[in-house]
């Protein structure tokens, strides 16, 4: 079965880290693109960064220099390290498959439930 | 960035009824248009993809189409498990941007 578990949420003060995971099952991470998104709480989506099959990645100019995506093949794994958190980085955040259709064409088509992030002091 | 937006932020319908929801970038993004729909407390889940393909497993009530700038979104006659939030999402270029979002009310 196919299936993304995501974990590692949680209350953090601002300035601080946490590191989210999330664990693939069913297909595998290092032959796919993977991505993170998140939502703020009432609010609507935000793409937060994307991985490569190749190990390209690219990153939301909102987290770019704060967070790193990275994976663990052996454990087919996708991570996204967050440092130097800011209020407006609290969300839900959830990974999510970045396929290809049809040659060129990405959409996000397998995702997990997603993990909460609060930061606050 | 290319911006998205969408119309209407919200509508109210009922069972059978036609719904079309628009999305507009603000540059050509040919067809790399997608939508998802995401129910409170759920994930999104992916519907359309490159503007008019409808993923697999969706029920073909939900079509999309359009290319450039402006797509639409349909659903053909509106079912109770319909009611959610519908995004388009762009991905002609990063960083990848949604929609603000579409909340429809059965």
């Known amino acids: 079965e196919v299936q993304l578990e995501e974990s590692g949420g949680g209350l953090v003060q601002p300035g601080g880290s946490l590191r989210l995971s999330c664990a693939v099952s069913g297909f595998t991470v290092s032959a796919n693109y993977m991505t993170w998104v998140r939502q703020a709480p009432g609010k609507g989506l935000e793409w937060v960064s994307l991985?490569?099959?190749?190990?390209?990645?690219y990153y939301a100019d909102s987290v770019k220099g704060r967070f790193t995506i990275s994976r663990d093949n052996s454990k087919n794994t996708l991570y996204l390290q967050m440092n130097s958190l800011r209020a407006e980085d609290t969300a839900m955040y959830y990974c999510?498959?970045?396929?290809?259709?049809?040659?060129?064409?990405?959409?996000?088509?397998?995702w997990g439930q997603g993990t909460m992030v609060t930061v606050s002091s | 960035d290319i911006q998205m937006t969408q119309s209407p932020s919200s509508l109210s319908a009922s069972v059978g009824d036609r719904v079309t929801i628009t999305c507009r970038a603000s540059q050509s993004i040919s067809i790399y248009l997608n939508w998802y729909q995401q129910k409170p407390g759920k994930a999104p889940k992916l519907l359309i993809y490159a503007a008019s393909s409808l993923q697999s497993g969706v029920p073909s009530r939900f079509s999309g189409s359009g290319s450039g700038t402006d797509f639409t979104l349909t659903i053909s006659s509106l079912q109770p498990e319909d009611f959610a939030t519908f995004y388009c999402?762009?991905?002609?270029?990063?960083?990848?941007?949604f929609g603000p979002g579409t909340k429809v009310d059965i």
């Open positions: 991985i490569y099959s190749g190990g390209g990645t």
């Open positions: 999510a498959r970045d396929r290809l259709f049809r040659g060129p064409f990405d959409a996000f088509d397998i």
């Open positions: 999402q762009q991905s002609y270029t990063k960083p990848f941007t």
